[in-house]
């Protein structure tokens, strides 16, 4: 599933060779693709236990998050995401919920908690919470009715 969400984040980010039938096909799976992200985005959640470190439910999630950042950063799509019930509602929870997380715990969501000395950030959840607010930010985007909800 995370190839899969890897693929199509390459497909959605290369903006000069979609075709609009290829936008189309896109855009009706962009449904689908903030449906699992509504139903999953708990499992990020479970990444600030040690041993969870490696969940998959976890990763595709990220991808998720990752391609419908893609997604309505491009125009064709984002009035279609903007408009879908409780994306918006679902990315500022989660967002709240990640805060308090990195609050209690190793803050395993932000770049500048997870570096110590000179290792590398390896951890998927890095830059999680940043995504999200690359998202909200997407959605309120000339969005008047979005913005008076954030």
């Not at 805060?99 to 950030?121: D, P, R, Y």
Request: net charge negative.
């Amino acid at each position: 599933r995370v190839t899969l969400l890897e693929l199509m984040m390459v497909k959605v980010s290369d903006k000069n060779s979609v075709s609009s039938e290829e936008i189309n096909v896109l855009v009706r799976h962009a449904d689908f693709l903030a449906d699992c992200f509504q139903e999953k985005c708990g499992a990020v959640l479970k990444l600030t236990a040690a041993a969870a470190a490696e969940d998959e439910e976890a990763l595709v999630t990220i991808r998720l998050l990752d391609v419908l950042c893609e997604m309505t950063s491009n125009s064709s799509q984002l009035e279609h995401l903007q408009a879908f019930p409780g994306l918006l509602e679902t990315a500022v929870d989660t967002l709240r919920l990640t805060h308090l997380a990195g609050k209690q715990a190793v803050n395993i969501f932000t770049a500048t908690h997870a570096v110590t000395g000179q290792e590398e950030i390896s951890h998927p959840a890095v830059g999680f919470k940043s995504h999200l607010i690359r998202l909200i930010g997407n959605l309120c985007y000339r969005n008047k009715e979005n913005q008076d909800k954030v």
